[in-house]
């Protein structure tokens, strides 16, 4: 956790948690979304689940995107490709489903920031075989 003024774009990977009143905080806060959506637009790693992908919809970030969020949280105006699936990336963008995919999602993540066998190691400490839900496959 880092307060605003400390930031120095020391990050790799900005995450934006769901859950409706959650994602409601974060969009009416201007300044961390004017960030993320730097942080996006830098092409660095960029994360939302459950409901707080429709922040990036609102922005217009989810456009031609493959993306999945909280199934009431999608718009057709976010002109992008709604995948129904716990966990999706798309270039730079990872999405969940919700809270059931936190799983799925945090290995998608951790499928982009590390080796196949850092992958596989977080899975078997986990015990964590397969999804019930198939996951997008790149």
Known sequence: DKLFSE?????????????KLGTQNLENNQKLVDLYEAHFKAG?????ICA???ILGHRGLLKDRKYTCYPTFDE????GEYQ????VKDGNLITGRGMGATIDFAL???E???????????????????????????
């Open 52 to 54: 707080a992908p429709s």
């Open 76 to 79: 057709p105006s976010f002109n």
């Open 7 to 19: 930031f120095q774009n020391e990050y790799d990977v900005m995450i934006f948690p769901g859950g």
């Open 44 to 48: 660095k790693l960029s994360c939302a």
């Open 112 to 138: 982009t920031l590390c080796d196949k066998q850092t992958l596989e190691n977080v899975k078997n400490g986990i015990q964590y075989e397969h999804s019930f839900l198939q996951s997008e496959k790149e």
């Open 84 to 87: 129904q699936v716990l966990a």
């Open 108 to 110: 998608k993540i951790i």
